[in-house]
């Protein structure tokens, strides 16, 4: 791996990341020791830019920042196989039940869309407004 150092601005540059995020990943621990200069700027070491993709894809995958750090080997070429594929099925698990979820919630919401949008010529919007709520409640009646 190599050694060569950059500074926060050009570790931004080649990441799309912000140095204020590059900081605050930082300062959770996800990246691990960073250097300083006698000035007191930072210095990273060019596999920061390889952690940081890691961290912006996982979060794009859906996962928290927990979760990343217990993925995040210390060193990149350690990763732990087993723990990785566990915890990428927990993740596609759990994606699928909430696409469960939300397939549910559509389909309840297209029914009361549907119920409202045949709301009989002999009524009004208040009356359909309980008749919707009452087949929604399982048909209890509104006082």
Request: net charge neutral; hydrophobic share 40%; proline share 2%.
């Amino acid at each position: 791996m190599s050694t060569t150092a950059m500074k926060i601005g050009e570790l931004a540059r080649r990441t799309g990341l912000t140095a204020s995020r590059i900081r605050f990943y930082e300062s959770i621990g996800l990246l691990g020791e960073v250097g300083r200069r006698a000035n007191g700027y930072r210095t990273y070491p060019s596999e920061a830019a390889v952690t940081l993709e890691l961290i912006n894809a996982a979060q794009k995958a859906g996962f928290s920042l927990d979760e990343i750090r217990t993925l995040l080997p210390g060193e990149l070429g350690r990763w732990d196989h087993d723990a990785l594929l566990g915890t990428l099925r927990r993740k596609v698990a759990e994606i699928e039940a909430l696409e469960a979820k939300l397939a549910a919630s559509r389909a309840g919401l297209l029914t009361v869309i549907g119920q409202i949008e045949t709301r009989p010529e002999d009524i009004d919007c208040t009356a359909n407004a309980r008749r919707v709520l009452g087949s929604i409640l399982g048909g209890l009646d509104e006082t």
